[in-house]
């Protein structure tokens, strides 16, 4: 069974950055289009962001301009840069395919934006 692992996640003040990576082990990463998630405390997990096989990137409006996702084909790796954070970021980030799949979802890395 697959398990994507998810790592770069922390306390980071408001505006800060953090660049979160995922490793895919185990599938043939390149064919999938891959996302990143989100899920705060007593909300419902989300996408984020996405990205296709071929590079196309897509954000929900609230990221747009702060967050971006990039993956590298030869590595089987995602990554999410974020900039400019705010505590309506802090939640457990997930990376999944695209759309997920319930044998991916991995421990997730928790990201905190406090001062």
């Known amino acids: 069974q697959v398990k994507l692992v998810e790592s770069g996640g922390g306390l980071v003040q408001p505006g800060g950055s953090l660049r979160l990576s995922c490793v895919v082990p185990?599938?043939?990463?390149?064919?999938?289009?891959m996302g990143w998630y989100r899920q705060a405390p007593g909300k419902q997990r989300e996408l984020v962001a996405s990205?296709?096989?071929?590079?196309?990137?897509g954000y929900i409006d609230s990221v747009k301009g702060r967050f971006t996702i990039s993956r590298d084909n030869d590595k089987n790796t995602v990554h999410l840069q974020m900039n400019s954070l705010n505590a309506e970021d802090t939640a457990i980030y997930y990376c999944?395919?695209?759309?997920?799949?319930?044998?991916?979802w991995g421990p997730g890395t928790q990201v905190t934006v406090s001062s």
């Open positions: 999944n395919t695209y759309p997920w799949s319930a044998a991916y």
């Open positions: 185990g599938i043939t990463f390149r064919i999938y289009e």
């Open positions: 990205v296709t096989s071929g590079g196309g990137t």
